[in-house]
């Protein structure tokens, strides 16, 4: 079964931290199925999403380029007010299923495709299309589930179980209720499929984010009295911009600390979930006999602030919120256990996962392939990392004016963050030196030449396949 190139699983989940896995050093969450993928494959320590908000940021992990390029600068739902052009995905964008649906792969996805026309089968996937739109505007193929299972759906509208503190969450009675199990099950089921294809599964997990609904089992495992507030919880931003004080994800100053930490619980027994579900993937690939020539890669499409900063999602260039897990394995054929410590961004992961298979975009990116430095355990070139986005309001459907939601553009170059600002005050910090990002050195006139330079470099990132909405930047 399966053809001569490597197969690829695609897991990509939901608003999950880059630092709230096992084999990234964190000391409460369990994630011994992930922790194992990483042991035998690739491990990126630094890897930036090139947008800290969801339809952004997916369509880069899937096409290579920056938001400028594939200019779905908004999220896709049906609470948009946006102009439609500006909130799916383009007809005519380049994706890695289009690109391994050409190269004869069976291609299927399940969950969330968040990108546009939902119910519309798309992109290469086409013949396996098991997407829910979750936001409640039907038909919704994983809302039907649970009707036809006669289990409460938790995820539409609001529950009496659900508690809010910074994020909603709840516990659940029954293991039908959880939107990753059914996902995995999707996918189990496409693994059955499979033919003398090589095939590409993309599994995109809505978890972590809200609605954090798990067991209670779970719960259980992280007691709320060894869970850490945050070291930036009480930051009151002095010297940072406006917009970061305005932004919908700060929390109000008299937040409940018990039950933000009870909050957190949630989020980890989630994570833990999440990892239950990835071991039964793999059990079912190593079933087949196809975990040796199968590259899993597990990412996310951004992070989760979780209470640093006295902030909660994402929508901001902190390393919270821009960082992400990004595991790849392949057995067959990279190394074990590699860390990789250089930068990646959220446009290098889609021409990487393309060349171990053989295969390359033939449209212009703005990423590039590192499958030579990992396939021979060495690090990737250190370059210039970006990412792009709008204005609170125009992410959060308040404004539709093209100014608002395409407003700032971080870049990441060695040791320092430059974030380029169109509407409020520039930021430039050290994260080696002040790695809470504490102290924004843009006002520093000794940091002039630093910031010159940050803007020649996006300057010749956004012209690189742009600029579209970002010529702004070229005046700066
Ligand atoms: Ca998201």
Known sequence: MSGTRPNLIFILCDQ???????YAGHSLVETPNIDRLAERGVAFETAYCASPVCSPARASWLTGTYPHAHQQLANYGPERLVPEAMAVMRPDAVTLGDVFKEAGYWCGIAGPWHLGHDHQPQHGFEEFWRVYRYQGDHPDILFDYFDREGVPNLYEGKHPTILRHGMDYTPIADPRQQR??????????????LDDRSFFLYLSVKDPHPLIAVSQELIDKYPIDKIDLP???KDDLAGRPDYLKNDVGRMSQDMDETGFRTMMAYYFALITHIDDQVGRLMDHLESLGLADNTIVTFISDHGEMLGEHHAIQKRMFWEASVRVPCVVSWPAGLPSGHLV????????LAPTLLELCGLS???SIDGRSVAQAIRE???SDCVPIFSEIGTSDGINFRSTEPEELAARVMVRDGDWKYIMNRTDDDELYNVSVDPLELTNLAADADQADRITHGQSLIREMITHTGPGYYAWCLDA
């Open 16 to 22: 999950l931290r880059f630092d709230c896995l096992g």
């Open 231 to 233: 070291k930036t919880w």
């Open 180 to 193: 990753t199990t059914w996902t995995i099950n999707q996918g189990l089921e496409f693994l059955d499929t």
């Open 341 to 348: 410590t250089t930068p990646l961004g959220g446009v290098d």
């Open 361 to 363: 975009f033939e449209n």
């Open 377 to 379: 355990g060495e690090q």
